[in-house]
């Protein structure tokens, strides 16, 4: 019975399942009926707006391709006329152009007849006057020269007295100022050097046996001894003052040794070579700061410091260049120029003067060619290499130039013998005399002027303000001479009568 329950039961619970089972499917079949539905429904609406918004991208594609289409017109039709307008411009401008050459032909044929008539015109006046152009155009220059010879003379003396007094003031007045405002002390260097000794005893020590220790001293250091009979003394002569030096500290040194023999005499010129080398170095160096230059290079600060044992017709060299470049640059400060330019330039202007016993060459050449090899710039190099020339190039080298003239100018400064004196006037003077109607000339006030009297019936007034400006220039090409020279031409005529 329990089985035929169960069996019961199992067929209940099989036929309960089936029932569930078809209204579970029923009811998911009918909910994917109804999804199915809206799906298709909502597709027809998609493809509905899908197609109204084709339909409106047509329309206004439509649209714009037609504004466009306006558009392009419109550019075309304005493109067109600018074009034919351009092809009527380039007509008149071509109608133009062919005037133009037709025009400028006919200008050139009038031009040639002009010539031919002038040329004409120019040959009928040569035959009729008897002269050529040039000949006629020299005498009418000559005529008018001769007319107006009075007005031209005392109108060029106008100008140049004004000129000059104007241009002498001013350069007194800066001058003057730098003068005053560079005090130098001024000592004339001499070409011998004296030796104290302790006793005349010491003399016969230093001439040595035979003279053998004398000649081992001035062959080593290239100068004279001379023993004379001044007490105590001996004197060092020589052209070169490092030597002179050399041979003072080296015969210093023996006498206070004691010890005077050739193999001693070698070792205390070498030491004495030395010290002076160290001395000329702190000479260098001492200069360079007194000045202010800073970045030189310490050979050539070496070289600057020769200068201490160099003179120049008796001046010492050192001084003058420490003396040129204070000048330099106060001259520099007045006129606007570069001062540190002209210091530097004024403190190496003889550069060249330390080395040319020892190198061929003027010395603003062998000065220009250390400048070089040190590197210096050219601002610097062009005043040591123009301060001899009439017309330096830059403003800073004209500078150098007037300070180096007003260094060497100073009375004092330097020397000059009888006879160089002697022979500078009589140059002066055969310049002078050089030129055609010239009766004499004489070189007054130690060469700083030169008067000179014409012939008055060979020289008119114009003719001395050209012999003048002659012979100025004559001298200046020719002759040496520190500052300016003033040349005075003077034509007087006197005419004497006596009445009886």
């Given at each position: 019975m329990i089985a035929a329950m169960l069996i019961a039961g199992t067929a209940a619970g099989y036929y309960l399942r089936k029932i569930l089972a078809k209204r579970l499917a029923g009811s998911i079949e009918e909910k994917a009926e109804k999804i199915l539905t809206e799906a298709k429904a909502k597709q027809r609406e998609l493809l509905l707006q899908a197609k109204d918004r084709a339909i409106k991208v047509i329309d206004d594609a439509k649209h714009e391709e037609e504004e466009r289409r306006r558009e392009l017109i419109a550019a075309q039709k304005r493109l067109e006329n600018r074009e034919s307008l351009f092809d009527q411009k380039l007509l008149e401008l071509q109608e133009k152009q062919q005037k133009l050459y037709d025009r400028a032909g006919q200008i050139e044929k009038v031009k040639a007849e002009i010539q031919k008539i002038k040329e004409d015109q120019m040959a009928k006046l040569e035959r009729v006057a008897n002269l050529t152009r040039e000949e006629a155009k020299k005498l009418l220059l000559d005529t008018t020269e001769k007319n107006i010879q009075e007005e031209l003379v005392n109108r060029i003396n106008k100008l140049e007295r004004e000129s000059n007094e104007t241009l002498e003031k001013k350069a007194r007045d800066l001058i003057a100022l730098a003068i005053e405002r560079c005090a130098a002390s001024h000592a004339t260097e001499t070409t011998t050097t004296t030796v104290t000794l302790p006793s005349d005893e010491m003399k016969g020590r230093i001439i040595g046996r035979e003279g053998r220790n004398i000649k081992t001293i001035e062959q080593m250091t290239g100068t004279e001894i001379i023993v004379d009979d001044t007490p105590e003394a001996i004197t060092v002569s020589g052209f070169s003052p490092i030597r002179r030096h050399v041979a003072k500290r080296a015969l210093e040194k023996l006498i206070l040794d004691g010890r005077i023999h050739p193999g001693r005499i070698e070792e205390a010129v070498e030491q004495a070579k030395k010290d002076l080398a160290i001395d000329i170095k702190k000479a260098g160096e001492e200069a360079v700061y007194?000045?202010?230059?800073?970045?030189?290079?310490?050979?050539?600060?070496?070289?600057?410091?020769?200068?201490?044992?160099?003179?120049?017709?008796?001046?010492?060299?050192?001084?003058?260049?420490?003396?040129?470049?204070?000048?330099?640059?106060?001259?520099?400060?007045?006129?606007?120029?570069?001062?540190?330019?002209?210091?530097?330039?004024?403190?190496?202007?003889?550069?060249?003067?330390?080395?040319?016993?020892?190198?061929?060459?003027?010395?603003?050449?062998?000065?220009?060619?250390?400048?070089?090899?040190?590197?210096?710039?050219?601002?610097?190099?062009?005043?040591?290499?123009?301060?001899?020339?009439?017309?330096?190039?830059?403003?800073?080298?004209i500078i150098v130039k007037a300070a180096d003239a007003i260094s060497g100018a100073r009375p004092g400064a330097r020397k000059d013998t009888y006879e160089h004196y002697i022979q500078r006037l009589e140059d002066l003077e055969k310049v002078a005399t050089s030129f055609e109607g010239i009766e004499k000339a004489y070189a007054i006030q130690a060469g700083r002027e030169i008067r000179v009297f014409v012939t008055p019936d060979k020289v008119d007034d114009l003719g001395a303000v050209k012999l003048a400006q002659a012979i100025a220039k004559k001298i200046e090409e020719e002759l040496k001479y520190p500052g300016e020279i003033k040349v005075n031409v003077i034509r007087e005529k006197r005419v004497i009568e006596y009445a009886r």
């Open positions: 007194e000045i202010g230059v800073a970045g030189l290079d310490p050979k050539l600060i070496q070289i600057l410091g020769r200068l201490k044992y160099r003179t120049s017709y008796g001046q010492n060299a050192l001084k003058h260049s420490l003396e040129v470049a204070h000048l330099s640059a106060l001259l520099a400060e007045e006129l606007g120029a570069n001062v540190s330019v002209a210091k530097k330039a004024g403190l190496l202007h003889d550069i060249g003067k330390a080395v040319d016993h020892e190198v061929t060459g003027t010395h603003p050449e062998i000065g220009k060619d250390i400048a070089k090899k040190f590197n210096l710039p050219e601002e610097i190099i062009i005043p040591i290499a123009t301060h001899h020339e009439d017309t330096p190039p830059t403003l800073e080298a």
